[in-house]
């Protein structure tokens, strides 16, 4: 079975600073990584996602994410947030053998002020 | 990216009423689509699985005489709550798979905007 840690439920910051949201999972065997953002009453998106390849992903909104195997991490950065960037974000995780169900994270939540 | 839509946005319902959610994939099949549950400030709980054709899988602890789901086509999924209670007042969300969980590499899942459900 597969885990996920999002250590930080809410992240402060001011608008054109860096952010970095923290993702951990656990597995036992190897897996699939997503970031997705939710905006208020909405669905999820996709933002970004690890599945083989460059361990540094990016999206086309200025979010990178690496994946660090050793660390089991898959850590969100921005280096200059936008007051849009407030929303929520879940880190998640899919095994890449058996039946595959998407594992969230608890999700954290973006605060960005001008 | 591949659309999903799910209908309706909002619902007010009568404690005692069945609600029915749909989850339709506009521009592609479907084989799985998944139904998760999210109470405010909290992640997504999958509630069940569904595919085309078959009963649907449920997660430990949901009842499946509560959350009927159908899933007659490759584009088109419904949850119906019955006998609709305050408890079950929440944000449901859809999600439909593009491929086989087991060939041709990552399945990608995408979502629908959400059903806010009021019961009252």
């Known amino acids: 079975a597969q885990s996920v840690t999002q250590l930080d439920s809410q992240v402060p910051v001011f608008e054109e600073a860096p952010v970095e949201l923290r993702c951990n999972y656990s597995s036992s065997v190897s897996v699939y990584l997503f970031w997705y953002v939710q905006y208020p009453n909405q669905g999820l998106q996709l933002l970004l996602k690890y599945l083989s390849g460059s361990t540094l992903v990016k999206s086309i909104n200025g979010f990178e994410a690496e994946f660090n195997k050793s660390q089991t991490s898959f850590h969100l950065r921005k280096p200059s947030v936008h007051i849009s960037d407030t929303a929520e974000y879940f880190c998640?995780?899919?095994?890449?053998?058996?039946?595959?169900?998407?594992?969230f994270g608890t999700g954290t939540r973006l605060l960005v002020s001008p | 990216g591949a659309v999903v839509s799910q209908h309706p946005s909002r619902v007010i319902c009568k404690s005692g009423t069945s609600v029915k959610i749909e989850c339709r994939s506009l521009?592609?099949?479907?084989?799985?689509m998944f139904w998760y549950r999210q109470f405010p400030k909290q992640s997504l709980m999958l509630m069940a699985t569904?595919?085309?054709?078959?009963?649907?899988?449920?997660e430990q602890g949901v009842e499946k005489d509560k959350f009927l789901i159908n899933h007659a086509s490759l584009t088109l999924s419904t949850l119906t709550v019955t006998s609709a209670h305050p408890e079950d007042s929440s944000f449901y969300i859809c999600?439909?798979?593009?491929?086989?969980?087991?060939?041709?590499?990552?399945?990608?899942?995408?979502f629908g905007q959400g059903t806010r459900l009021t019961v009252v």
């Open positions: 999600s439909a798979r593009t491929q086989s969980a087991r060939s041709r590499g990552a399945p990608e899942a995408f």
């Open positions: 998640a995780v899919l095994s890449n053998t058996g039946f595959q169900k998407l594992v």
């Open positions: 569904s595919n085309e054709g078959s009963k649907a899988t449920y």
């Open positions: 521009d592609f099949q479907a084989t799985t």
